[in-house]
Every structure is written in structure tokens, then in C-alpha cells.
């Protein structure tokens, strides 16, 4: 069974500060890699979108890296803003059977000025 | 143009009540996705339709759960005899395209119902 852990489980850190949140997975037999973005009382929002094949995505101040052999995948957020604070999570789709998307548990990351 | 909707935000249940749950996926799309969230963790898939037909329910926890989406839009998470286990966030999904390899991959979710069985 696809288990994805997140390391830290929380994150507070000054203004400006570059930050690595790091996901974990421990079957490697995925077809891509999710990061997404929670806000309190609100849905989940897609940040970056890896496939297998693939070693990293970027888009703005996010970089998500992709290493499928070893089940690891890290997100860093450069030059963090307090609008980054938010709960983010990762999330493999299966590459097997139904291949529904298996999260982590998160990270909590608390930005402040 | 509108998102994914659900409703109620808020459900307070005492033990052993039936509720129901709304999703207003995005207007065409044919994926409809439901995870369950309990406190401090991540969402866990319940249920998948693509149009009305319920493709995939190896999520659902128990025969107390039940999803249906008849005429391919709306959609209803239903559960009986709840109980304190069954406190969580529901999230509710949508996607343009069938979910599989290669199509489904952006999912657009809802605000989510927090659901506390007293």
C-alpha cells in the first residue's frame, strides 16, 4: 500500500527566508507527483504537477523536484511571503489499478513579516 | 466562472443521524472526485464518478457511506448512522476530463463540508 509521508510536519520561518519541504512515498510505481496548496476553510489548489519521467517542474518562486527511484520529492519556495503561508501537500497518482491520488499528510508553513 | 460549490459548509450530526452532502461540480466536467480529511492529516479518496457512473467506491469506508450522481452533475455523499469516526472535512472535486493516464490531472476542488458527529 502507497504511503506519502511530509517532513516537517510544521514550518515557521521569517519573511524572505528560501525553504524546502520535503514528501516522501514508499512505492515507486507512481505516474506523477502533485504539490498543492491548502488555506484554511478553503479547497485544495495545484501548484506544481511532475510526471515520472520528469526531474523537476518550476513555476514562479517554486521549484518541485522529483527523485521516483529513491520515493522522495522535495518543493522549495524562494524568497518566502507571508501570502505563502498555508498548508502544503503532496500527492502521488497510482501507476496500478485505479490510480487515484494518495496525499501526504502536509506541511504547515507559517511565513511571517 | 464558478467553482466547485458544496453544502452545507458546516454539519453538526448527533450520533446515529443520516446526512447528506452536496457537490455542485464545474459546469461539463465529467469527473467528479470525494475525499474524506480528518484533522491534521491529508485527503484520502472515497469515491470516483465519471459522468454518472460510479467508477471506482474502494475508498468508502463502510456500507454506512454511499455516493450517487445521477444525472452526471450534481452529486450526493450520503451517511447513515454516523458516527464520531466520521467527523472530518469532505472535499469534493471536479475535472474536465476522465481520470486515467494522461487526462483528469487538474482537479478542481470545493470549500469542503466539516462534518462533527456529536
Known amino acids: 500500500k502507497q504511503e506519502v509521508t511530509q517532513i516537517p510536519a510544521a514550518l515557521s520561518v521569517p519573511e524572505g527566508e528560501n525553504l524546502v519541504l520535503n514528501c516522501s512515498f514508499t512505492d515507486s510505481a507512481i505516474y506523477n507527483l502533485q504539490w498543492f496548496r491548502q488555506d484554511p476553510g478553503k479547497g485544495l489548489t495545484s501548484l506544481l504537477l511532475?510526471?515520472?519521467?520528469?526531474r523537476e517542474q518550476t513555476s514562479g518562486r517554486l521549484n518541485a523536484s522529483l527523485d521516483k527511484s529513491s520515493g522522495r520529492s522535495t518543493l522549495y519556495i524562494a524568497a518566502s511571503q507571508p501570502g505563502d503561508s498555508a498548508t502544503y501537500l503532496c500527492?502521488?497518482?497510482?501507476?496500478?489499478?485505479?490510480?487515484?491520488?494518495?496525499f501526504g499528510t502536509g506541511t504547515r508553513l507559517l511565513v511571517s513579516p | 466562472g464558478a467553482g466547485v460549490s458544496q453544502s452545507p459548509r458546516y454539519k453538526v450530526a448527533k450520533r446515529g443521524q443520516d446526512v447528506a452532502l452536496r457537490c455542485d461540480p464545474i459546469?461539463?466536467?465529467?469527473?467528479l472526485f470525494w475525499y474524506q480529511q480528518a484533522l491534521g492529516q491529508g485527503p484520502e479518496f472515497l469515491t470516483y464518478?465519471?459522468?454518472?457512473?460510479?467508477?471506482?467506491k474502494s475508498g468508502l469506508p463502510s456500507d454506512r457511506f454511499f455516493a450517487e450522481r445521477p444525472e452526471g452533475s450534481v452529486s450526493t455523499l450520503k451517511i447513515q448512522r454516523t458516527q464520531q469516526e466520521d467527523s472530518a472535512v469532505y472535499l469534493c472535486a471536479s475535472s474536465l476530463e476522465p481520470f486515467g493516464r494522461g487526462g483528469g490531472e487538474t482537479q478542481y476542488f470545493g470549500p469542503g463540508t466539516r462534518l462533527l458527529v456529536l
Open positions: 459546469s461539463g466536467h465529467v469527473s
Open positions: 464518478f465519471q459522468n454518472e457512473a460510479q467508477l471506482d
Open positions: 511532475i510526471q515520472s519521467s520528469q
Open positions: 500527492a502521488v497518482k497510482l501507476d496500478t489499478g485505479f490510480q487515484k491520488l494518495v
